[in-house]
């Protein structure tokens, strides 16, 4: 992104000069490489900050008005609001999000002494399961303590941004895209145990290799009702492993336990759903071996792996999902490929040789296309950091 256009938009945006020059800053999408719908379960995640994300450009202003602008929302205009009205507003649209950063940053007991005026861009495509609404958060959240030296650690803001989802916009995520979009580093996957939030980060050898993100374009929405029943399928399948495993959760079994125990779940969904709760966090943990043995290609089947168990065992795929993944393991130079997010649509990724991506996204394109009769779009992701200022 040309960092001088942001800046002339700004000015052109807040010709009044308020204070001074605003500050830039950039957030990250982030995709998951392996481990989905284990963090609800107790298990662990492994999701790496993406080069695609949000830029912000912030200045202090010297009342009590904050104003926002989104250059991917240009028809909403200029939204504001003061910070003595930090309730959700239905009318606000996106600035939801950031609202309700600043109020839970409140809450911490770092008062704002005055408002600020803002200018967001944003390159992660809308309902593709890249954390847009994540990384939006963390954005707002370093903005906001650097402007004011507010001095909180990242994690205090992770688990903020944790808060506006599900206090403040009213969806029941986890803490994997804040974490992994405020914590990430350059060239590494995150090992996370989303109980405990100790982590682990894992080096990525990628340098022959991108990672191809390949977006269905069927718009996922996460506060789909399959969602909340995948979770409540889980809960249930808990409750009968209890009766004679001490656990407080699925993520804690191991896979002799639950073959050793799964007699005790009599209803063939309930099974098939805890079957991947329990394999999905094992291979997360073997994902990160793998990559210490520097074995790229162990990582990719496992990969594979967990596509068949979210397609046969959790049922979150869909024909999209499906056809992309199974077009990119035909594809010459294809390590491994699975969905990614919560399913239902959105995304799937690649690691692909460098060299093969050119066909690679020719050739999936393709028969995508046939197949589902729309085009899905493409990405060449690099791993980056987390949520910062630009120098």
């Known amino acids: 992104m040309n960092l001088h ?185 995150i090992l996370l145990n989303c109980n405990t939030l100790k982590y682990e980060y894992a080096p990525l050898p990628l340098s022959e290799y991108k990672i191809i993100i390949m977006n269905t374009n069927k718009r996922r929405v996460l506060s ?21 495993c001490k656990v407080q959760s699925l993520g804690e079994i191991t896979e002799e336990e639950f073959e050793a125990y799964k007699y005790l779940i009599d209803n063939d969904v309930l099974q098939k759903r805890a079957r991947h709760a329990v394999y999905e966090n094992q291979r997360t943990l073997k994902a990160l071996q793998a990559l210490k043995n520097d074995d790229l290609k162990g990582f990719g089947r496992l990969m594979n792996a967990s596509h068949v168990s979210l397609r046969d065992d959790y049922e979150v795929t869909g024909i999209e999902l499906d056809s992309l993944v199974e077009a990119a393991w035909k594809q010459e130079g294809v390590v491994g490929a699975r969905m990614t997010g919560a399913g239902f649509g959105g995304c799937a990724i690649a690691i692909v040789k460098e060299e093969m991506v050119e066909k690679f996204i020719f050739e999936v394109g393709k028969e995508y296309q046939t197949k589902i009769g729309y085009q899905a779009t493409f990405y060449a992701a690099s791993i980056g950091n987390g949520t910062k200022a630009i120098e």
């Not at 028809?75 to 504001?80: A, H, L, Q, S, Y």
């Not at 789909?224 to 004679?244: G, H, T, V």
Request: proline letters at 3%.
């Open 5 to 189: 256009f942001l800046f002339d938009t700004f000015r052109e945006i807040y010709p009044q000069k308020e204070c001074d020059d605003p500050k830039a800053f950039f957030s990250p999408g982030r995709i998951n490489l392996i481990g989905e719908h284990t963090d609800y379960n107790g298990g662990h995640v492994f999701p790496a900050a993406i080069t695609y994300g949000t830029y912000g450009l912030a200045r202090k202003r010297s009342d009590r008005l904050v104003r926002m602008f989104s250059m991917n929302f240009e028809e909403k205009g200029i939204i504001e609001f003061t910070l003595d009205d930090l309730n959700y507003k239905s009318h606000h649209h996106w600035v939801n999000y950031p609202k309700g950063m600043i109020r839970f940053i409140q809450e911490l007991g770092k008062e704002l002494p005055c408002g600020l005026e803002v200018l967001i861009y944003g390159n992660i495509p809308n309902g593709a399961g890249l954390s847009s609404s994540a990384s939006l958060e963390m954005l707002t959240g370093v903005m906001v303590n650097e402007l004011y030296g507010f001095q909180l650690e990242m994690l205090e803001l992770v688990k903020a941004g944790k808060r506006v989802e599900n206090e403040f916009i009213g969806v029941k995520s986890g803490i994997m895209d804040q974490f992994a979009i405020g914590m990430g580093k350059d060239n590494c996957g």
């Open 224 to 244: 789909d009702s399959k969602y909340n029943i995948r979770r409540s399928e889980c809960e249930k399948a808990l409750k009968l492993i209890q009766q004679e």
